[in-house]
């Protein structure tokens, strides 16, 4: 069986890919794709991996963030009961995390009605599961929500950067939603292909007060990891593909260990997101 290197999927979809669905309007570009050999489905904004499920195996990781993400949290022993989404994308970390826990009781918050209706077509999503046709950010605003044992921010990318899920204020949200012990991750694009991942790391690091970055070379993105409780972030290193990936780890109270980036980054809030994000040629 081939098996695909992250480099040979996420600029856009493999050419012996055949495209399942295609839309395209004046905003957005979604594709997609199966390969045969392995056996994957891909899901595509314009040319940038948005999801990507094995279909002989759903609960097995394709994406590298999933699997490094459930692997730090078995290695902190997490026997998570309930789990919330934000984004839904090709529905992989939704069946790894159920593979792992079946009993585990998940709910996704998605925006875009598309995505929905493609995990419903093409990535296995359950007709009866629990996704609420929302934004991220009110939803969790309302308190309408119970707190969960793990949480996944899936809502970011190189360019289609959602300002308000960025701010200080919305990741004073995400902590108010976890339960006590509870775990978050943030999936980012990496440096490289970002030039606010600073700015992101230091708000979310002002909140939550230490940070598990785990990176796959070959990917494009990095797992922020936080908790609730800050001294249950420590160094790990998770398994995964006959490789092993040992977490980094940002901590407020170290300041001189941090990255430069980091160090010389601003906390992004509510108010000065706008002016900021203008620096980089991002707009609000």
């Known amino acids: 069986m081939k098996q695909y290197h992250m480099a040979d999927l996420q600029d856009g979809p493999p050419p012996q890919a055949t495209i399942l669905h295609d839309y395209q309007d004046d905003f957005e570009w979604l594709r997609v794709c199966e390969t045969q050999d392995p056996h994957l ?158 700015h992101q790391l230091r708000t979310i690091l002002t909140v939550f007060g230490r940070i598990a970055l785990l990176r796959d070379p070959e990917a494009a993105n990095v797992a922020a990891i936080v908790c609730k409780d800050p001294q249950q972030i420590v160094s790990e290193a998770v398994h995964w593909q006959q490789t092993l990936y040992l977490s980094e780890i940002l901590d407020a109270d170290a300041e001189e260990t941090l990255p430069t980036a980091v160090r010389n980054a601003v906390v992004l809030t509510d108010e000065n997101l706008a002016d900021t994000l203008d620096q980089f040629g991002l707009c609000c």
């Open 41 to 198: 489905k891909l899901l595509y904004f314009e040319d940038s991996l948005h999801g990507a499920i094995d279909c002989d195996t759903p609960g097995k990781p394709v994406l590298s963030y999933v699997a490094l993400y459930l692997g730090y949290l078995r290695r902190r022993g997490a026997a998570p009961k309930t789990m919330l989404m934000g984004g839904l994308g090709g529905c992989g970390f939704w069946h790894a995390a159920a593979a792992i826990w079946p009993e585990l009781d998940k709910t996704c918050i998605e925006i875009n009605p598309r995505v929905i209706e493609c995990a419903k077509q093409h990535f296995f999503l359950e007709p009866n599961a629990r996704v609420l046709e929302d934004d991220l950010r009110r939803c969790l605003a309302e308190e309408s929500l119970p707190a969960f044992d793990i949480l996944l921010c899936d809502c970011y990318g190189a360019i289609d950067l959602p300002p308000h899920l960025m701010t200080r204020e919305f990741m004073q949200l995400i902590h108010t939603a976890l339960a006590p012990g509870g775990f978050a991750a943030f999936n980012l694009a990496d440096a490289e292909a970002n030039a606010v991942l600073g």
